[in-house]
C-alpha cells in the first residue's frame, strides 16, 4: 500500500475581492464578492512507504497548500487523498500520531520557554512511553548538536538552533511519514547541509516516508532520488531526478565577482556566459567539470568572490515547458 | 488527561514568568475595586438600605465580584482569534490533542494564579480598611456556591469560544469579541447589581445567559433568597452550558471547514 496516494486534488480558496477605494469598501460592506484562487488543480501522485521525493516548484506553485490538505489543515475543493490509510482530513488520531509536518518558518515551539518543555509537552501529547522518549531525545540531541541549546527560551536560539529544535520535537513519536515544507529555508549553507544530513538519515535509519518541498535545488539533489515538479497548481513532471538534471539542469552556475573588470573573451573558455557586467559574472558550467573550471577561475582571473549553485528552479521550470516532449514524463 | 494537566503546568509557568503583564493586570483589578468600594462606601454614608442591599452585603457584592472577576472573566479569546486568523490553529489542529481541552487547561492556569492574588488582595481589604464582609451561615450555600462558580466559569469560557470562533469568517477578525467583551461585564452585573435596574429591564436580561455568570452566583452567595432559589441558577446555568456548548461545538465545526490554515 502506498504511504500517500492522491487522485484529482483540487483546491480553490475564495478570497473577498479588495477594490481601492472608500466607495468600493463601503459597497462590499453591503455585498462581498467572491474571486476564486485556483490554488492545485487535479493533482495525482502516489508515494510508497520509505520513499524520499522531492516536491518543488516555485514560489506559489502550491507545494504548501497540497502538504495543508495531506496533513488535514485544509479540506479539498474535491478529489481524493489517501494517507497512510486515512482520510487526512477527519483528524483521526490514529494518523496524527503517526506523521509530522514541519513548516520552515512556523515554530511549534513555545517562544518563552526552553525547548525541552515543548519536548516534554509533545510526549504527553503523543504518548510517548517514558524509555522511549528518553532514548529519542538523547539520540537526536547528539544528532542535531542539540544540547546546549534544549535550556536556553526558544526565542533566544539562532533561526539554525531553532529549526534543528523544530525538526527534533517534531520527530519525537518516529512518525512515519516527515512531511517537510521548506525546511532549509532561510539558513545558511552550513546549516542547510546539516539538517539534509539528518533528514536523509531519518529516512535511512527507520524507513520513513519523507515529502519535502523546496524552492531550493539544491535540498533536492542531494536528497531525493524522485521530484515531483509542480507549476501553478499543476503537474509538470514525475520521475527521476537524474533524468531532471541531465535534461533540464545539466550545468551548474558560477557566481563570481573580480576585482577588475576581466574580459568576456577569454571568460567564456570557463562556461557560458549568462550575465557579464565587467566586474561581475554569471557562468554555466558543465555539472561534471566544476570542480576543474573554478579551479581554472581562481587561478587565471582576479576573483574576489565566488560561489557555486544549482540552477534556479524557475529555470528548470521554463526549460521544462518549453523542451518537454510530454508534460508529465512518465517515472523511471 | 495528562497532557493537558502538562499543558497546564506549563502555562502556570509562563504566567508567573510574565510577572510585568501579571502586575498590570493585578493593578487594574485592583483600580476597579477600590474605585467600587469607595463609591459605594460613599453612598451609604446617607442611608442604611440601597436598593435593597444592605451596606455589609452591598461591599460584599463589590468584593465577590473581585474575586468572581479573575475567576469568570479570564479568556482566552483573544489568543483564540489571534492563532484562527494568523493560522497558528494549525499547529494544533494536526497533533493527537483537543485545542477546546488545550485552551481550557492555559486558562485554568491563568486563573489559579489571579484567584490566589484576588484572595490575597480581599484579605488584606478587609483587614486594612476593616470592610464588612458577609460570610454564608447555611451550609447548603457552601455546597452549592462552588459549584454554581464553576458553572459560570463553564459558561463565561463557551461563550467567548463561541463568539472568538467567529473569527473564521470575519476577516477584521477581532470584532464581535470586542463588542462582547464591552457588554459581558455590564450584563453580568460586574459593576453592580442588576436588580437595581428597572424591572423591565431585568427581566429581559434574565433571558441571557449572562446574569449567571455572576450576578444571580453573587445573590446565592449572599443568601438573599431561599435555597430553592439556588438550585434554579443551577438548573439554569446548566441548560445554558448545553445550550452554548453545542453552539460552540456546530460553529467551530463548521469554521473549521471554512479554515484556510493561512501562512507557512
Ligand atoms: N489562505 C489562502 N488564501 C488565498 N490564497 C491562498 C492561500 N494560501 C495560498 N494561496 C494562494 O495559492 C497559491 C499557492 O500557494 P502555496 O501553496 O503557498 O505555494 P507554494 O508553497 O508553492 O509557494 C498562491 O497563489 C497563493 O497566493
Ligand atoms: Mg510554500
Known sequence: ?332 | MSKYLYVYTLSLQNVLQRRASLLMDRVGGIATLLALYFFWSSIFKDSATVAGYPKAQMLTYVLMMSLLRSLVFTGRGWEVVGEISSGRLSNYLIRPIRYLGYCLSLDLAQKTVHCAAAVFEISILILVLGAPFHIPQSPQTWVLFPIIATFSTLLFFLLEFLVASLAFWTSESGGPLFCFDLLVQFLAGAFFPLDVLPRALQAALYMTPFPYLVFFPIDVYLERAPTEMALKVLATQGAWLVVVGMAAATVWRRGLRNYAAEGG
Open chain 1, 1 to 332: 500500500m502506498p504511504a500517500i496516494e492522491i487522485s484529482d486534488l483540487t483546491k480553490e480558496f475564495r478570497v473577498p475581492e479588495k477594490n481601492p477605494g472608500l466607495w468600493n469598501a463601503a459597497k462590499s460592506l453591503l455585498r462581498r464578492r467572491f474571486r476564486a484562487i485556483p490554488a492545485v488543480t487535479g493533482l495525482n501522485f502516489s508515494i510508497q512507504e520509505g520513499e524520499l521525493v522531492g516536491f518543488l516548484g516555485a514560489n506559489g506553485a502550491g507545494k504548501t497548500t497540497t502538504l495543508k490538505m495531506l496533513s488535514g489543515l485544509l479540506h479539498p475543493s474535491s478529489g481524493t487523498a489517501n494517507v497512510l490509510g486515512y482520510t487526512p482530513w477527519q483528524r483521526r488520531t490514529a494518523f496524527q500520531k503517526q506523521f509530522s509536518l514541519v513548516m520552515g518558518h512556523r515554530t511549534q515551539l513555545w517562544w518563552e520557554l526552553p525547548a525541552q518543555e515543548t519536548f516534554r509537552l509533545n510526549q504527553e501529547i503523543y504518548e510517548i512511553p517514558d524509555a522511549q522518549y528518553r532514548a529519542t531525545v538523547e539520540e537526536l540531541v547528539e544528532l542535531l548538536e542539540l544540547r546546549d541549546c534544549m535550556s536556553i527560551p526558544v526565542k533566544k536560539l539562532s533561526l539554525g538552533q531553532r529549526m534543528k529544535a523544530e525538526l527534533a520535537v517534531s520527530i519525537l513519536h518516529r512518525p512515519k511519514l516527515l512531511l517537510l515544507d521548506e525546511p532549509t529555508l532561510g539558513l545558511d549553507v552550513v546549516m542547510q547541509k546539516k539538517i539534509r544530513q539528518f533528514i536523509l538519515e531519518y529516512n535511512r535509519r527507520y524507513r520513513a516516508t519523507i515529502l519535502l518541498t523546496s524552492h531550493n535545488m539544491d535540498d533536492v539533489v542531494e536528497l531525493c532520488p524522485r521530484v515531483i515538479l509542480i507549476d501553478h497548481g499543476r503537474l509538470l513532471y514525475d520521475g527521476s531526478l537524474r533524468q531532471v538534471v541531465e535534461r533540464y539542469a545539466p550545468h551548474k552556475v558560477i557566481r563570481a565577482d573580480f576585482n577588475e573588470a576581466v574580459s568576456p573573451v577569454e571568460l567564456a573558455r570557463i562556461g557560458r556566459i549568462a550575465q557579464y557586467q565587467g566586474t561581475r559574472a554569471v557562468l554555466e558550467v558543465p555539472r561534471g567539470e566544476v570542480s576543474p573550471r573554478a579551479a581554472d577561475l581562481l587561478t587565471h582571473f582576479p576573483v574576489a568572490d565566488l560561489t557555486i549553485e544549482e540552477t534556479p528552479i524557475q529555470e528548470v521550470v521554463r526549460r521544462l515547458f518549453t523542451q518537454a516532449p510530454s508534460k508529465a514524463a512518465p517515472r523511471g
